[in-house]
């Protein structure tokens, strides 16, 4: 199977003479040539940590393919008259069932905001089960292994160790069309993470309800806090030391310089009326609104939020606690939207998941075990929304895609999934690679579920 | 010297080897850095203790100190209106055996096994405080004693059994598609014992002969201990399937029921198949030596300790020394903790004259924190130390991270100078813009409004004393000098050195207290105080 690499893509886009010149010097100071932008677009990635089991949140909802999925999942089965019902729009589409709590989401999907991306994981090239067990393709290695996997979702870099993300990948190859933004590319409300993790551009991480100011520190040059703000910010210029100091002193040095600049702005947001949960969530969804709207005043063109929730990690008390996870998904999400519609940025904002790992379709009691391929949402107007995108597999155990207890061999690649988003984002074809290196092993480049 | 000798150069009868010169005495730098990697953080008085002692001497003293434990503290407390409650006792006896207790070398590793082998109080265990207190207990008494009998406390505790679910673990039952929970069983080996892949015992990765790591065990061994871990939950339950937690259940070792264990039989690491029809004990016992004999074991503990102690990026040689220590004490023992942190805490690489830059490593929040805590006596007039929002004010806290992943993860490389060059900082994964602001307010707050000369405070404020400063402020130097003193060994760069006078300057003579706590906020907040060389 072929698989083009980095250096694969550099010889073919005539930048191997620089790279060989060069040893060291990053794919973004070579490639990357969008923007500028005359537009706005963000990505708001909503990870759910622990691995979903996203099985119980779209369910087949025809006989034939509901009664597999009864049998598979037994006492973690969703009754079929508890199932809120879906109808993708193309023709011939099998009906379909929501988990009873996503009723934010069944709306938007039957308003065509919303789509579902089945059956999807980290993959290195197709993969069959045949193929999976007598080991003729490449495998993303430590499958079933929550960060292993996290990594693969985020990093895409199959059975490659990586230091970058596909967000941070992004926010590279862009960088040279966005230099009047105020804020990084990349902003997280959820702590340090891979995804956006980059050569030469770097994520700034929020709290969950926005920035904060420091507070011994003034702008107004009559306080001794401005001297001490200056201080400070000379202490930390200095260089002092290792590498742990240095290293320390940056995250010091970003803090101070995006304080006041994004706190700033955020504080003169106008009031949003959407109504978000009390969540960790909902106050980072809210906070993500709040900044779109003052996307102007920072001068942003492109952005790429990371907003999280965790608990997904089933293995016990499934069926209490799945209930409040999905609905809290929901919730979160559609108040959110209807945040964008308010902004007028319904068009230029798309929300989409990912999570670990789908989860076994075979109990172990109450619970549920870490498996593979599973289903993803995505949410916004410039979705195609009302329909399902990839091949649902046949729920049952031992079925066509099942390596075992009901994991089921993703049919579609996490790749395709990421190079569609970046796509629409922005990212020129020839530059998915960089973005998906592994998306050339697979046929189709464009899942499609994007409004191109 | 030895060896010239020892090449018999003639003459009659053999000369006596000379004495060996003493050795140079323990300077304060030295006394500093061993302490920090040993202690909740260094203080002057505890710097002249080891200069007295020597390090080695201190080490064996402080083995011999008997833990300081939280279980006794909750349960003596009158009980809360909710269960939950307790969790902030719990987190201040952390606080006060942290920052008081004589048994500090204990402590810090049982810090150290608490973010190796995590329980949380995040999640199930909400509920179940005395079960997370004792737990913390487990960790601190065998912190220096054997880490197979570690291992098995630590597989059989009732937190861990919430925590990650082997607790209520049943044998399969094919007619309903159930199978046994592979939660303990993955995490057991991925982060308390032997990792995903093989390591020699430098810590480097084995290599196939493709040049790919070779994984320590697949998806068909992962279910073989998954069958293992069947059949166990709380003791003394009337059955399997009421088991329902109790103050006193929740404390105790969990209780095999035969009839909810696999008999089958089950396959470990290394080809080992365990027989069909053993007890569920024999099972565990087999599984838990099965884990425990595994090469990886003495390498990657070593390398999980020396980071949370030490250093972040150890060289193969430190990692090789202490590894087969844990592999063979020098008595024929395998897992002696004790000797294993000894021989970490010796080493030459943890205490060079002159360290590379990438020696050491950053201090995680807490212990930035303690250290500060301890060199300025910190006290509320209550007593306690009510931080139980600990993980969200300094994003991390005692048994309080967000997942068995710890609060950071040993991999964690930032981007730039380290990961260019393949270096990791793990405690820079929270150190985030907003961390890192959240930390600079509170030590803000902290120095400026939680202190001695504030009349105002509450029973529960934890307020620091800077009245030596105080008395000496007039003098910047000798201020700037004793802060240094006090927190940097004596040592600081020119560079804070001179922001700081320049900050003094512009502050009256008189104002004693706003120039002791400038200076202390100035040094706490500084990159150099956050490095643990």
């Known amino acids: 199977m072929k698989t083009l690499n980095r250096r694969d893509f550099l010889r073919t886009s005539g930048a191997a003479a620089v790279l060989a010149a060069t040893p060291g010097l990053s794919y973004s100071q070579m490639v990357g040539s969008a923007g500028p932008f005359d537009d706005y677009r963000a990505l708001v990635c909503v990870f759910m940590f622990g691995g979903n089991d996203s099985f119980n949140m779209l369910v087949p909802n025809t006989s034939a393919e509901y009664n597999a999925y009864a049998t598979s999942r037994q006492n973690l089965a969703i009754q079929q008259n508890d199932l809120l019902p879906i109808t993708p729009a193309s023709a011939g589409t099998p009906d379909f069932g929501l988990h009873p709590t996503l009723g934010g989401i069944q709306g938007l999907f039957n308003s065509g905001d919303a789509a579902f991306v089945t059956n999807v994981g980290p993959l290195v090239e197709p993969t069959t089960k045949d193929q999976y067990f007598n080991g003729s393709v490449t495998l993303p290695p430590q499958l079933f292994s929550h960060n292993d996997q996290q990594d693969q979702w985020t990093s895409l870099r199959g059975n490659v160790s990586s230091k970058t993300g596909w967000a941070g990948r992004m926010a590279d190859l862009i960088r040279s069309g966005v230099t009047e933004q105020q804020m990084a590319t990349n902003a997280s409300l959820f702590g340090a993470n891979l995804f956006q993790s980059a050569d030469d551009t770097v994520a700034y991480v929020m709290g969950p309800g926005g920035p904060l100011q420091f507070e011994g520190f003034s702008t107004d040059p009559n306080n001794i806090l401005f001297q001490q703000r200056a201080a400070f910010r000379r202490v930390v210029d200095a260089q002092h030391g290792t590498v742990y100091e240095r290293g320390f002193a940056d995250v010091q040095r970003r803090a101070i310089d995006a304080a006041d600049t994004v706190t700033g702005a955020i504080n003169s947001a106008p009031p949003i009326t959407a109504v978000f949960p009390q969540s960790q969530l909902g106050t980072q969804l809210r906070t993500v609104a709040r900044l779109i709207a003052v996307r102007e005043q920072l001068q942003m063109k492109r952005q790429i939020f990371f907003v999280a929730a965790g608990g997904f990690d089933s293995h016990d008390s499934q069926n209490q606690d799945q209930p409040g996870l999905l609905g809290g998904i929901s919730d979160a999400i559609s108040a959110f939207q209807a945040a964008t519609v308010e902004l007028g940025e319904a068009s230029s904002v798309t929300t989409f998941t990912q999570s670990d790992f789908g989860r076994t379709l075979t109990s172990n009691g109450d619970g549920t ?59 020129a074809d020839g530059e998915l690679d960089i973005v998906a290196p592994n998306l050339g092993n697979f046929a189709q480049r464009d899942l499609g579920f994007m409004i191109a | 010297m030895l060896g010239l000798a020892g090449c018999g150069g003639g003459g009659g009868g053999p000369t006596p080897p000379p004495p060996p010169p003493p050795p140079a005495p323990v300077t304060k730098t030295e006394a500093f850095q061993f302490l920090n990697q040993g202690s909740f953080g260094a203080t002057e008085a505890e710097a002249q203790s080891v200069i007295a002692l020597r390090q080695d001497e201190w080490i064996d003293r402080q083995l011999q100190e008997p833990p300081s434990l939280q279980l006794p503290h909750l349960q003596a407390l009158p009980p809360p209106q909710f269960q939950f409650q307790l969790h902030a006792d719990r987190v201040d006896i952390w606080y006060r055996n942290s920052l008081h207790g004589e048994d500090q070398l204990r402590q810090r590793v049982a810090f150290a096994l608490s973010e190796i082998m995590v329980v949380s109080q995040l999640g199930a265990l909400g509920n179940l405080p005395f079960a997370v207190a004792d737990y913390y207990d487990v960790l601190a008494e065998n912190a220096f004693g054997n880490y197979r009998d570690l291992l098995e406390e630590v597989t059989l505790h009732p937190a861990m059994g919430v925590y990650l679910s082997m607790l209520g673990n049943e044998k399969p039952d094919p007619v309903l598609n159930i199978r046994p929970d592979e939660n303990y069983a993955r995490e057991i080996m991925q982060l308390f014992s032997i990792g995903l892949v093989e390591l020699n015992l430098d810590g480097s990765q084995k290599l196939d002969a493709q040049g790919q790591a070779i994984p320590t065990y697949d998806q068909e061994i992962i279910e073989g201990f998954a069958h293992v871990y069947t059949g166990w939950t709380f003791a003394g339950a009337p059955s399997f399937r009421q088991a329902r937690p109790n103050q006193s259940n929740q404390v105790l070792p969990m209780q095999l029921y035969p009839g ?44 999980r300790l020396i980071q949370r102690l030490v250093t972040s990026n150890p060289s193969p040689g430190y990692v090789r020394r202490v590894a087969e220590v844990f592999n063979n004490n020098g008595a024929g023992v395998r897992g002696d903790l004790g000797a294993v942190v000894k021989t970490i805490l010796l080493d030459p690489e943890a205490h060079s004259s002159m360290p590379m830059e990438i020696d050491g490593k950053l201090k995680e929040p807490l212990l930035r924190l303690t250290q500060l805590w301890k060199a300025y006596n910190a006290t509320s007039s209550s007593g306690r130390f009510p931080l139980n929002a600990s993980y969200i004010l300094f994003g991390q806290g005692p048994l309080q991270s967000p997942s068995v992943f710890n609060f950071f993860s040993p991999f964690f490389a930032p981007p730039g100078e380290i990961r260019d060059s393949s270096l990791v900082a793990p405690e820079l994964e929270i150190a985030t813009e907003y961390q890192n602001t959240l930390f600079t307010n509170y030590m803000f707050y902290q120095v400026f409004a939680l202190n001695q000369t504030n009349d105002t405070l509450e029973e529960d404020d934890v307020y620091i004393n800077f009245e030596e400063e105080m008395a000496i402020a007039g003098n910047i130097d000798a201020l700037i000098d004793m802060v240094a003193n006090k927190l940097l060994a004596g040592e600081m760069s020119s560079t804070l050195r001179q922001e700081i006078t320049g900050m003094l300057e512009r502050i009256p003579e008189t104002d004693t207290a706003v120039r002791a706590a400038e200076t202390i906020y100035f040094v706490v907040t500084s990159p150099e105080y956050a490095y643990q060389r």
């Open chain 1, 369 to 427: 075990d870490h498996a593979w391929g599973g289903n993803q949402l995505v949410v916004g107007g410039a979705v195609n929304g009302r329909e399902l995108y990839g091949n649902f597999p046949l729920l049952a155990i031992n079925g066509p895609e099942d390596v075992g207890g009901g994991r089921m061999i993703p049919s579609t690649s996490a790749d395709q999934y990421a190079a569609t988003l970046a796509k629409w984002f922005g990212i």
């Open chain 2, 260 to 303: 909810f264990h696999d008999t089958g039989s089950k396959k470990l690491l290394g080809g080992v198949e365990l027989a069909a029809g053993q007890s569920g004990e024999q099972d565990l016992r087999d599984a838990l030596d099965n884990i425990f004999n595994h090469p990886n074991v003495g390498p990657f503990i070593a390398i």
